[in-house]
């Protein structure tokens, strides 16, 4: 009678311990999902998170993306809010560490990456881009007292790029020119200034900041679009890339990407 009493209250015992752990994990998994707002995109999904977009970037891209303050601000930013308020999502941003393997990282739930990335042809197989979103313009820059006012006047003489953004510009532009590469700004800027050379070809980024700084000793002869663009990063497959694609387009008709543009690239005038 005993053995039997106490067979009945170690099977009860159980019986209630079983049920305190089922009930547990339906608490942990109601805890990760639909208490977080998190789900699994898919073709009715979105992104990670069904009221936020999680935005990886690099932030050690001065004026794309950089840290001012302990705040990551900088031009992807800004496009990257833009789209965010278009999906009527909030935002984060997300630091990240881009190695160019084209390979979102694993441990770190992201919906698309930003940061000043150009799409590798045979990388599809990691990942999907973006329409183009940004094309690098280079400005031709020559000394604010130098006799040329039109660019064909540069016919023959030498400007001056740094070696590894030559690939940058069209060849058919820089046949008319005598190209001579630097592997340093500064060098190639003290040669333009000391008549070593007759121009320079500079991104609009760092260009920019060359005149800001240099006020009345240089002027710019033309702006050129290069070959070089930057597009969003997504998963494989992900239906995000359709819904941003769409917005990066309703932002150039509407007039928002280039007031956005010129925040922070727009040259100053001589």
């Given at each position: 009678m005993d053995?039997?009493?106490k067979i009945i209250g170690t099977s009860a015992v159980?019986?209630?311990?079983?049920?305190?752990i089922i009930i547990y994990a339906g608490m942990v998994t109601g805890c990760s999902t639909a208490d977080n707002g998190y789900v699994h995109p898919g073709e009715d999904q979105l992104t990670i998170f069904?009221?936020?977009l999680l935005v990886g970037t690099d932030a050690t891209y001065p004026p794309f993306e950089f840290i001012e303050d302990g705040v990551i601000r900088g031009f992807d930013i800004d496009i990257a809010k833009e789209v965010a308020a278009r999906l009527e999502k909030e935002i984060e941003i997300i630091p990240i560490t881009w190695d160019f393997s084209y390979k979102i990282p694993e441990d770190i739930r992201l919906d698309m990456i930003i940061s000043a990335v150009?799409?590798?042809e045979g990388k599809e197989e990691f990942v999907d881009f973006s329409d183009p979103y940004f094309?690098?313009?280079?400005?031709?820059i020559v000394l604010s007292d130098a006799k040329l006012t039109i660019k064909e006047e540069?016919?023959?003489?030498k400007v001056g790029m740094i070696d590894i953004r030559v690939k940058d510009i069209d060849p058919e532009y820089l046949k008319d020119y005598k190209i001579v590469e630097y592997k340093e700004v500064l060098q190639m800027m003290e040669d333009l200034r000391n008549g070593n050379i007759d121009a320079v070809l500079k991104c609009v980024p760092t260009g920019r900041s060359i005149l800001e700084e240099n006020t009345g000793i240089y002027r710019v002869l033309e702006e050129i679009k290069s070959e070089r663009v930057f597009n969003i990063v997504f998963h494989q497959g992900s239906p995000l890339k359709g819904e941003v694609d769409t917005i990066l387009e309703e932002m150039v008709q509407d007039?928002?990407?280039q007031e956005?543009?010129?925040s922070w690239f727009s040259i100053p005038g001589p």
């Open positions: 053995l039997t009493k159980l019986g209630a311990i079983f049920i305190i069904s009221g936020k150009s799409a590798d094309t690098l313009e280079y400005i031709l540069l016919k023959g003489k007039g928002t990407y956005i543009y010129d």
